[in-house]
């Protein structure tokens, strides 16, 4: 949800800590979500956030949920941001907000900074 809206989570709460916690715990209200999601993506996410453990899928149900399913986590379709906001990669890397390093050249130079 940061990464979709800018803000922490439940930053509309105005609580830090265990006051967020128990706010959260007592707020029977969803979280709003970020506006302009594709259905799919706000669906899935609503599933997330059920706050219902008995209504709440598990991570085998999610993991079977059409948004996971019917998303190719490949570099070329531009990833999970991309499914999640319509936003595509090439708008962000155009402003150099996107990491354009490829897996393998990632894990290369982990190893030598380690």
Known sequence: LQCLSGERPWAHLKAQGWHLIFRISQ???PHPLPVGLPPRAEMFLQLCLQ????KR???KELLQNEFITTSIPNQS?????V?????????WSSEG?????EPEERNSEMDQSM
Request: glycine residues 10%; proline residues 3%.
């Open 27 to 29: 707020n029977s209200d």
């Open 51 to 54: 706050t219902d453990h008995m």
């Open 57 to 59: 899928p598990d991570c």
């Open 77 to 81: 379709q531009g990833g999970a941001f």
């Open 83 to 91: 499914r999640l906001t319509g936003v595509s990669a090439s708008t």
């Open 97 to 101: 907000a996107v990491d354009t390093y």
